[in-house]
């Protein structure tokens, strides 16, 4: 069974950039891997995917201040979001992405809440 | 964006009941679409996958369907355990969006 965990700053100030890691117990080249947030007290929105070899697809509404990247020797991905607001208070949670069927998010990791307040 | 509505937004059910939630694509989404199950504290579960095929280790008493646009989520016997906040998702689409949820809570 495949194992996420999600890792960084709990609490970013307004207009910084926040940065979070996802850690991979399997990390394979098969699969895309993913970032999904959930506002506190709203519904999910996907942030975006990136394959194994770095090629990555974004919310149009968020792709101005998103990047992906992947490092497959420290079997991690990561997330930046610059110019965070308190919008973007959220869980963040990272996913692997099934390539085929319907491309489903069929692992998550336990998700990690990022405030964004001076 | 390609929007699904999901209904109802909340529930209250009994252990043993059957349930039924729906999720309505604003367009043609084929059978890309997904359910999750959200519970507190825990890590998201996918249930269903391209509309009807069960995901592994998942209980059979969880099913999907789908007919044009309208796609349900039914869950033949309510257990304790699955009351918690579930989603449906389109990957038809980009950017992959999720309907609002559906709470499903101990009558």
């Known amino acids: 069974q495949v194992q996420l965990q999600e890792s960084g700053p709990g609490l970013v100030k307004p207009s910084e950039t926040l940065s979070l890691t996802c850690v991979v117990s399997?990390?394979?080249?098969?699969?895309?891997w993913g970032w999904i947030r959930q506002p506190p007290q709203k519904g999910l929105e996907w942030i975006g995917s990136?394959?194994?070899?770095?090629?990555?697809s974004y919310n149009p509404s968020l792709r101005s201040r998103v990047g992906l990247s992947v490092d497959p020797s420290r079997n991690q991905f990561s997330l930046t979001l610059t110019s965070v607001t308190a919008a973007d208070t959220a869980v963040y949670y990272c996913?692997?992405?099934?390539?085929?069927?319907?491309?489903?998010?069929?692992?998550w990791g336990q998700g990690t809440l990022v405030t964004v307040s001076s | 964006d390609i929007q699904l509505t999901q209904s109802p937004s909340s529930l209250s059910a009994s252990v043993g009941e059957r349930v039924t939630i729906t999720c309505r694509a604003s367009q043609t989404i084929n059978r890309y679409l997904n359910w999750y199950q959200l519970r507190p504290g825990m890590a998201p579960k996918l249930l269903i996958y391209a509309a009807s095929s069960l995901q592994s280790g998942v209980p059979s008493r969880f099913s999907g369907s789908a007919s044009r646009t309208d796609f349900t989520l039914t869950i033949s016997s309510l257990q304790p355990e699955d009351f918690a906040t579930y989603y449906c998702q389109q990957t038809y689409g980009t950017p992959r969006t999720f309907g609002q949820g559906t709470k499903v809570e101990i009558k």
């Open positions: 996913a692997r992405d099934q390539v085929g069927g319907s491309n489903q998010h069929d692992y």
């Open positions: 990136i394959s194994y070899s770095g090629s990555a």
């Open positions: 399997d990390f394979s080249r098969d699969y895309y």
